[in-house]
């Protein structure tokens, strides 16, 4: 956001705002958040910018849904982070290295060895090496923050995180899960009769219990050929209805029938099966004190942004900016 003088810089703003200077203004100013403004070009760029996310994780009516409450409080959203840029600069947080430290870990991973590489590996995805590192200090120091004014606060006991655990088992249940392996065939471009006879091949072989990895090997058409026919685990609800019908009540080590469905045919051998259980209270303890650690932290920070919005100078000059 662009910095200007508190004393003069504000009535400048308002001026240009109203057209007082009696010329055609260049950016229009949408808030005013004590030394810092949010620009029409910055509250579009933010929007979209966040639309791309919701776009690559929501479709259909989810996606209409959340785009809504993200247009609704995105100017609260972009005056929250300024606010917290703000009281990160009064107290000198500092994160240069631990930026310079998450690029070299970015670079490592992703096999680059060069900032110009990682900068073309940016451009590919449509950004900037500069907005990313900015963007990426920013998020650090309203991180660093938050945990110094108020997550290192924070007090998590014992008894809270057993209570938590006696009162929300029924989030701590292990559904059931399926390993499995399969021989599927193709129906398209073959005839009736030469499905039929590669399902008798493939069924003459189960009975003489040959190997099913091998068997699926040496017949099956889908990418698990090359694994010996080895699907991976599903938990209950992942799989297609009618594939999981037909192995809930199968016993391990057993094959289903022929499974016709989607223009193939399938036979699945169940390998495990991981029966539904309630974790332990050691299993679930991490994932309870994690909650209750951002339940608590989410409060704390609603009180911690109520008192710093009440000692500053919030000024929305566009309630409702246009998007294009």
Wanted: proline share 2%; aromatic share 6%; with cysteine.
């Amino acid at each position: 956001m662009k910095r200007v003088n508190k004393a003069i810089g504000i009535v400048c703003v308002l001026c240009m705002a109203s057209g007082i200077f009696g010329q055609d203004v260049v950016e229009a100013i949408v808030a005013v958040v004590n030394d810092d403004i949010i620009t029409l070009s910055e509250y579009r760029q933010e929007y979209q910018s966040r639309l791309r996310i919701l776009r690559s994780q929501l479709q259909g009516e989810e996606l209409s849904q959340q785009e809504g409450i993200m247009k609704k409080n995105l100017m609260e959203s972009m005056i929250t982070d300024i606010l917290l840029l703000q009281e990160a600069r009064k107290l000198g947080l500092n994160v240069s290295e631990q930026v310079k430290m998450t690029l070299e870990n970015i670079k490592k991973e992703n096999n680059l060895t060069t900032d110009e590489q990682l900068r073309r590996a940016l451009a590919q995805q449509g950004l900037t090496y500069e907005d990313f590192v900015k963007q990426m200090e920013q998020n650090m120091l309203k991180q660093n923050l938050i945990f110094s004014e108020v997550g290192r606060k924070i007090v998590i006991d014992d008894s809270e995180i057993v209570s938590y655990y006696k009162s929300h088992q029924e989030d701590f249940i292990e559904p059931v899960e399926y390993t499995l392996k399969m021989i599927y065939i193709a129906q398209e471009g073959k005839s009736q009769e030469e499905i039929e006879s590669k399902k008798q091949q493939i069924d003459q072989k189960i009975q003489a219990k040959e190997d099913f990895g091998q068997i699926a090997s040496e017949f099956s058409e889908g990418p698990e050929k090359d694994s010996q026919g080895d699907l991976g685990s599903f938990k209950e609800g992942e799989l297609q209805k009618d594939l999981e019908q037909a192995i809930e009540n199968l016993e391990v080590g057993s094959v289903t029938p022929w499974l016709n469905t989607q223009g193939a045919w399938y036979r699945l051998k169940l390998v495990e099966k991981k029966e539904r259980r309630l974790r332990e209270f050691q299993e679930a303890r991490k994932d309870i004190e994690n909650e209750l650690f951002k339940e608590k932290q989410d409060e704390e920070l609603e009180k911690y942004m109520t008192g710093i919005r009440a000692k500053s100078y919030i000024k929305i000059l566009m309630a409702d900016p246009p998007l294009d």
